[in-house]
């Protein structure tokens, strides 16, 4: 059974930099589509980024272009997502997905893959 932990959440000043971590057990990350994805309260959920880990092929959203960026560890069965420059507005919980694997890169670039496994969830809060 594939199961998602996030870590790396805190509280941090705007202009400030945080790196969550999301750690998978029951597979490898290899070869599938992961997301993150964030809520605030009273908002809808709102998908932040989408990466291949077979070919690092990833996907933005404009709200955090530039800002944050996705990358792999597979030693450690671990997506991390590096997240600077930190406004007020990107405070909320975020929280780690996979796809299953038989979904492939260019689905999962496109936003296509449904997301099967979830995480926990992670708080960010980021103060002016």
């Known amino acids: 059974q594939v199961q998602l932990v996030e870590s790396g959440g805190g509280s941090v000043q705007a202009g400030g930099s945080l790196t969550l971590s999301c750690t998978m057990s029951?597979?490898?990350?290899?070869?599938?589509?992961m997301g993150w994805f964030r809520q605030a309260p009273g908002k809808s959920r709102e998908g932040v980024a989408r990466?291949?880990?077979?070919?690092?092929?990833?996907y933005l959203a404009d709200s955090v272009k530039g800002r944050f960026t996705i990358s792999q560890d597979n030693a450690k069965n671990t997506l991390y997502l590096r997240m600077n420059s930190l406004k007020p507005e990107d405070t909320a919980m975020y929280y780690c997905?996979?796809?299953?694997?038989?979904?492939?890169?260019?689905?999962?670039?496109?936003?296509?893959?449904?997301?099967?496994?979830w995480g926990q969830g992670t708080q960010v809060t980021v103060s002016s």
């Open positions: 029951g597979d490898t990350i290899i070869g599938g589509c």
């Open positions: 997905a996979a796809a299953s694997k038989i979904w492939g890169g260019s689905t999962c670039y496109v936003g296509r893959a449904p997301f099967d496994y």
């Open positions: 990466f291949y880990t077979e070919d690092s092929r990833t």
